[in-house]
């Protein structure tokens, strides 16, 4: 399908700060083919007028877990560890894998309206996410969680399965390895994921240094940092997406920085649960590479990028008390190329340029609480909302238009999430 947007204002995220007005983007199948010029002789089948609009490149949420929107607001004000093991953990037990389909398809809709075009999810079932994904035409990385059992040999199996089945299927999906945490992995087992990570020529995403706890069991059980651990293993020779990274040291910074590791900045979950505030301004002076995402709707409690980065944003200045720290730009930044970066897409995905992959969302301008409108990446981190996300674009399909998900009756599945929670209630 080629596409036009005409007349609409845009952040290409190609150079810092960059605004083009009143401008065009034209898509041909799955790729952007202009912007800022028409093409003689292109003729669109679609044109979308972006009066009043301003597109942006499609958020990429780095690490979140689609399934778990079944515990939104199910489980709240509890420390990490008791919210694990007392009523997480628990009641995942008894999902079934239709379940996860259905919870992965309602944080696939909610994402989408807020702008976000690419998930990277950690969780159960990827398969069944994978399906979802597909049939709701959004991008994803499907990350499976490891963790340490009497089941462990025959996960490594799934992992070989799945990445056969889906990694590259339909231009939209990718398979990574995911240890679920050091303390839940042994060194064993993380070894033989550092080789099938290896083996499979893929990444691997794991959560680290989450909590204070994590860190006194790390120097306690392995006489060292989350981080040092993890590097004296060697998984950071593998490309690492590493969720949280709260509690680091300066040293630990370093490692990050120069083994090239991928930080996913969680800051809604990161506060909620209490783990602490993570040093995004300093690994930034250090060359860490970051990326934003939303953590579970069960620890945020929602998928919405656009408020994930005003309460970035906001946070490392407090924190850093520099009202320049984490600016407008560099917190869009991290979630957009950050992220296309992070998933091995730093080339495809992230910005709006010709040649790379069309995954765009387009904002509505027209709203109040955007008036009047001066700086628009401003705009973007610290006064949009979700809900003034109008119209999405992945690979070169539109999935959204007019704040209406195509091809998707969201009323069934809103009803079939609804009665699955009542019977796992029970």
């Keep these: 399908m080629k596409i036009l947007i005409d007349n609409i204002d845009i952040i290409p995220m190609t150079k810092r700060d960059l605004v083009l007005e009143n401008s065009c983007i034209e898509i041909d199948g799955e790729k952007i083919i202009s912007v800022g010029s028409k093409t003689e002789g292109f003729k669109p089948d679609k044109i979308i007028d972006g009066k009043d609009k301003l597109a942006i490149p499609g958020l990429i949420n780095a690490h979140t877990h689609m399934g778990m929107s079944y515990m939104r607001n199910y489980a709240d004000d509890l420390d990490l560890m008791d919210w694990l093991q007392d009523e997480i953990w628990p009641l995942?037990?008894?999902?079934?894998?239709?379940?996860?389909?259905?919870?992965?398809?309602?944080?696939?809709?909610?994402?989408?309206?807020?702008?976000?075009?690419?998930?990277?999810?950690?969780?159960?079932?990827?398969?069944?996410?994978?399906?979802?994904?597909?049939?709701?035409?959004?991008?994803?990385?499907?990350?499976?969680?490891?963790?340490?059992?009497?089941r462990s040999e025959q996960r490594i199996e799934a992992y070989r399965r799945l990445y056969e089945n889906y990694d590259g299927k339909s231009g939209l999906l990718k398979v990574m390895i995911a240890p679920h945490a050091p303390y839940t992995v042994g060194k064993e087992h993380l070894f033989k994921l550092i080789e099938l990570s290896k083996e499979l020529n893929t990444g691997i995403h794991i959560h680290l240094a989450e909590t204070e706890f994590e860190e006194k069991e790390a120097y306690k059980n392995f006489g060292m940092s989350t981080i040092k651990y993890i590097d004296s293993l060697g998984l950071f020779e593998q490309p690492t997406i590493a969720a949280h990274c709260v509690h680091v040291d300066d040293e630990d910074i370093e490692i990050m920085a120069e083994k090239n590791v991928h930080v996913v900045h969680n800051p809604s979950s990161n506060l909620k649960l209490a783990s602490g505030f993570a040093k995004v301004q300093q690994m930034l002076d250090a060359g860490v590479k970051l990326a934003l995402g939303t953590d579970g709707s069960s620890s945020n409690n929602n998928l919405n990028m656009i408020e994930e980065m005003h309460i970035a944003s906001i946070m490392a200045k407090a924190v850093s008390k520099n009202p320049k720290a984490l600016s407008a730009y560099d917190t869009l930044k991290m979630a957009t190329m950050g992220g296309a970066e992070a998933i091995g897409m730093g080339k495809q995905l992230g910005a709006i340029e010709a040649g790379r992959l069309a995954d765009i969302s387009i904002i509505d301008l027209n709203k109040i609480h955007l008036k009047p409108i001066n700086n628009k990446i401003s705009?973007?981190?610290?006064?949009?909302?979700?809900?003034?996300?109008?119209t999405v674009i992945i690979n070169g399909n539109i999935v959204m238009e007019s704040r209406k998900i195509i091809g998707v009756d969201e009323n069934e599945i809103i009803e079939e999430v609804d009665y699955r929670m009542k019977r796992l209630r029970a």
């Design 92 to 150: 995942e037990a008894k999902l079934t894998r239709e379940d996860i389909y259905y919870s992965s398809k309602l944080s696939m809709l909610e994402s989408i309206k807020s702008g976000i075009t690419t998930f990277v999810d950690m969780y159960f079932e990827m398969d069944r996410v994978g399906d979802a994904a597909l049939e709701i035409g959004m991008r994803g990385v499907l990350t499976p969680g490891y963790i340490e059992d009497d």
């Design 379 to 390: 705009l973007v981190v610290y006064s949009a909302q979700a809900s003034d996300i109008d």
